[in-house]
């Protein structure tokens, strides 16, 4: 690819380089001139994709991004694109009218809760997506998936009692789960409230066997949650 202006089927050719952790540098100068000639192709997505998740520099690819969303912002492989860009370290500020824009439009698809997810761990603000968040998680009470996202929820202000019981709900359904007790401890003075008791109680019946009653030794990385639990019920 040195020195010739790649095919447009090169683009198989960068994802399996990068797929398989080549070098980088060995790419680097080619992405770029492909992509000036193919930004608006469905199948530069893939490219995008395989730059950022190897771990490549968002800058490399930033205007192509831009521009490819631009075109394909209501297709589902948007949100394949600004995951990538969202994981990878990329500015919010270049995705976010995008970023929110789809979650509007798809709410309570299993790709707006990575898309949720994304945005947060990369600091983007809860606000715009709180609304979107809350109801996907109330109709995905009862699925797994939504451990990417639970934590979140717990961290979110002033949090209506309807979506503390939909958290605690899911600690119910999946006690064993990492995120559980951290979801537990983070909803804080809320477990408090008499009208939330019940379901409190159920909760932390559910979690804490499996959490730190069934061992011997409390893992280190457990016993500050655990005891922050404790206080919020006393």
């Not at 929820?153 to 979506?163: I, K, T, Y």
Request: negative net charge; hydrophobic residues 45%.
């Amino acid at each position: 690819l040195a020195g010739h202006s790649p095919p447009p089927g090169a683009n198989s050719v960068f994802r399996s380089w990068l797929d398989a952790y080549g070098d980088l540098s060995m790419v680097e100068e080619p992405i770029p001139r492909w992509l000036a000639a193919n930004a608006a192709e469905v199948e530069a997505s893939f490219v995008f994709k395989a730059w950022l998740d190897a771990d490549g520099d968002p800058g490399l690819v930033e205007e192509p991004v831009q521009h490819w969303l631009a075109g394909h912002r209501e297709e589902p492989k948007a949100a394949y694109v600004l995951r990538g860009w969202l994981d990878a370290g990329g500015s919010i500020r270049i995705v976010r009218d995008f970023v929110l824009e789809y979650v509007e439009r798809h709410p309570l698809s299993e790709s707006a809760v990575h898309l949720y997810s994304a945005w947060l761990d990369a600091g983007g603000s809860p606000a715009p997506v709180r609304d979107g968040l809350l109801e996907w998680m109330k109709v995905h009470v009862s699925s797994p998936g939504a451990r990417i996202v639970v934590t979140h929820v717990a961290r979110l202000a002033d949090l209506p009692p309807e979506s503390i019981r939909d958290l605690l709900a899911w600690c119910v359904h999946f006690p064993a789960e990492d995120e559980a007790l951290p979801t537990l401890v983070r909803l804080g003075g809320s477990l408090r409230s008499p009208d939330l008791a019940d379901d409190a109680l159920t909760a932390c019946e559910a979690v804490l066997p499996v959490s730190c009653f069934a061992a011997r030794v409390v893992a280190p990385r457990l016993r500050v949650p655990i005891c922050g639990l404790f206080l919020h019920l006393i």
